[in-house]
């Protein structure tokens, strides 16, 4: 099983539409993450949860709500979105190690384009 | 602040080596690291360093630490078109070591 899934890969939706992006890591971490890569800012960190809780949102418009019901999956939540939402929405996990590294393990991303 | 900078392009020729440079900002960065991004696929760990050491060397790859002038790079030698990828610059900073900070990314293209 691949480490970290994402479902589905592509997504074409209208702006009026309510859709949802699905991360799932089989890698036994328990801090997951949602990225937004665009050719505008290649990749911004939107939402960090650690074990289950958010521990943070980097001012993201509340049209995205994320949800987290345990700590192997990870949803993104869409509504309303906007044209300038369009691109590759990217789910990763860590592990914490008592050294400090930290190595984020990405999925292959969701491919969304608003209408 | 926190801010990692790269420059957006590199092309090189086959066989050649590659030079990928990275300034961040925050002097307290505890890991640096490196992603490559493959077409179509999500980013993947290539290598760090811890922020104490000033070079790791990786079978092709050689990464240089100068925490002085708060500068990374990442050389990749005898460079393949299977190299062909976005490398992001990453750093951990002291302040926040559940979170990386990622660099906009350097687009290797290999031509002939």
């Known amino acids: 099983e691949t480490g970290v899934t994402q479902t589905p890969r592509h997504l074409v939706m209208g702006m009026t539409n309510k859709k949802s992006l699905k991360c799932e890591q089989h890698l036994g971490h328990n801090a997951m993450y949602w990225y937004k890569q665009s050719a505008k800012k290649p990749l911004e960190l939107m939402f960090v949860?650690?074990?289950?809780?958010?521990?943070e949102n980097n001012s993201v418009p509340s049209r995205f709500s994320p949800e987290c019901p345990n700590s192997s999956h990870l949803f993104l939540h869409l509504h309303t979105l906007q044209p300038e939402d369009s691109a590759l929405y990217l789910c990763?996990?860590?592990?914490?190690?008592?050294?400090?590294?930290?190595?984020?393990?990405f999925g292959p991303g969701t491919r969304l384009t608003v209408l | 602040g926190e801010d990692v900078e790269q420059s957006l392009f590199l092309s090189v020729r086959e066989g050649d080596s590659s030079v990928i440079n990275c300034t961040y900002t925050?002097?307290?960065?505890?890991?640096l690291y490196w992603y490559k991004q493959e077409p179509g696929a999500g980013l993947q760990l290539l290598t760090y360093?811890?922020?104490?050491?000033d070079m790791k060397q990786d079978q092709r790859l050689t990464v240089l630490l100068n925490k002085k002038d708060k500068h990374l790079s990442l050389r990749i030698a005898d460079t393949q078109t299977g190299d062909s990828a976005i490398y992001f610059c990453?750093?951990?900073?002291?302040?926040?070591?559940?979170?990386?900070?990622f660099g906009s990314g350097t687009r290797l293209s290999i031509r002939p």
């Open positions: 990453a750093e951990t900073p002291y302040s926040s070591a559940s979170k990386i900070i």
């Open positions: 360093i811890f922020s104490n050491m």
């Open positions: 949860y650690n074990f289950k809780e958010q521990t």
């Open positions: 925050d002097s307290s960065s505890t890991y």
């Open positions: 990763a996990s860590s592990q914490e190690e008592t050294s400090g590294r930290h190595e984020q393990f």
